[in-house]
């Protein structure tokens, strides 16, 4: 490829992302989509401009088309490699989206790890029905009839596993459109019990002492007020009840706010036990959840009791 057409091709931010993202790993095309937030169609468009010019590689494993950054703009002896070692040094100064591709390209690691199809021949993987939801719903067996509230559900996917072994769940979300496809995949799911609700989560559409445990699953660094979320989380709790929280530890990832809309960058260990405390709720535990090296994420759980 001549030169002009060359830097034509990489003139455009997303196959430059597209490139420092499988310079990092190997992916699939469902993987990129993920990863770029971009649809499957420009994918494979922008891979097949990428391929045809020698800067990507594909080989099919495990049922699998999965792409990676030619070596060729690594191999000193190639024509490419002053390429390579320009776009070495641009990666190195990744934008704002890049940063959020490092963060979901750790999210697909992390699922990649929990999915047995991905072992391959990993023998140390290689354990039938090792699986983390199927504990996770194996420990549901484990807990007493209640009634929950997931308070800002999102698209329900937290939603429905609690359905396997709540009496009823309530889901709330501000956001219409979210609500409606949490909606049709209960309906495939065949769980019918399910109550969808819009809503704030700090002006939550339930009554008093209506519910025994209130979810807080990655929603409470998207309220202006957290303090007050976790207040009307108290406030829809009966006597006795809990709630339980998933969320962000604190970082230093700014470009969250403007990407995802986050108004806080997540929190420390002593900011929610201050914020349980003054919520009202008393016996509150603070704990790290997971954590993974090279993950800027990290996530803390909590809970605390409303007293009876």
């Known amino acids: 490829m001549k030169s002009a057409d060359l830097l034509r091709l990489l003139g455009d931010p997303t196959r430059l992302r ?3 993202v499988l310079a990092a790993d190997a992916l699939n095309v469902s993987e ?3 990863v770029l937030g971009l649809a499957q169609s420009g994918v494979s468009r922008h891979l097949g401009l990428l391929r045809d010019a020698g800067l990507v590689t594909e080989e099919r494993a495990g049922g699998f088309t999965w792409y990676r950054q030619s070596d060729a703009l690594s191999d000193a002896a190639s024509p490419l490699a002053p390429l390579g ?7 190195n100064r990744p934008t704002a989206d890049m940063r959020a591709d490092d963060a979901r390209l750790e999210e697909v690691r992390r699922l990649r790890k ?21 504990w996770a719903r194996a420990i549901g067996l484990l807990l007493p009839p209640m009634e929950v509230a997931d308070l800002g559900c999102g698209e329900g996917y937290l ?11 309530i889901a709330i979300d501000r956001a219409k459109d979210v609500l409606d496809r949490g909606k049709a995949l209960a309906k495939r799911r065949r769980l019918s019990n399910i109550t969808w609700k819009r809503g704030e989560i700090e ?8 519910v025994d445990l209130a979810l807080l699953s990655q929603a409470l660094h998207h309220a202006d007020h957290p303090v007050r979320a976790l207040e009307e989380a108290h406030r829809i709790l009966r006597p006795g009840g809990r709630v339980l929280i998933l969320d962000l530890r604190d970082h230093r990832e700014s470009w969250v706010t403007s990407k995802l809309g986050d108004r806080w960058l997540g929190f420390t260990e002593s900011d929610l036990d201050r914020l349980l405390r003054e ?3 008393s016996s509150p535990v603070v704990r790290v959840g997971a954590r993974k090296t090279g993950d800027p994420f990290k996530v803390l759980i909590a809970s605390g009791l409303k007293d009876r």
């Open 203 to 210: 002006r939550v559409p339930l009554p008093d002492a209506s």
């Open 159 to 169: 939603t429905m596993e609690a359905a396997r072994w709540a009496t009823r769940v």
């Open 85 to 91: 070692a320009w776009l070495t040094a641009e990666f």
């Open 18 to 20: 597209l490139l420092r």
């Open 279 to 281: 919520a009202g709720f």
């Open 114 to 134: 929990e999915s047995f199809a991905t072992h391959g021949d990993d023998r140390r993987q290689l354990v039938p029905g090792r699986s983390w939801p199927a």
């Open 32 to 34: 990129l989509t993920g």
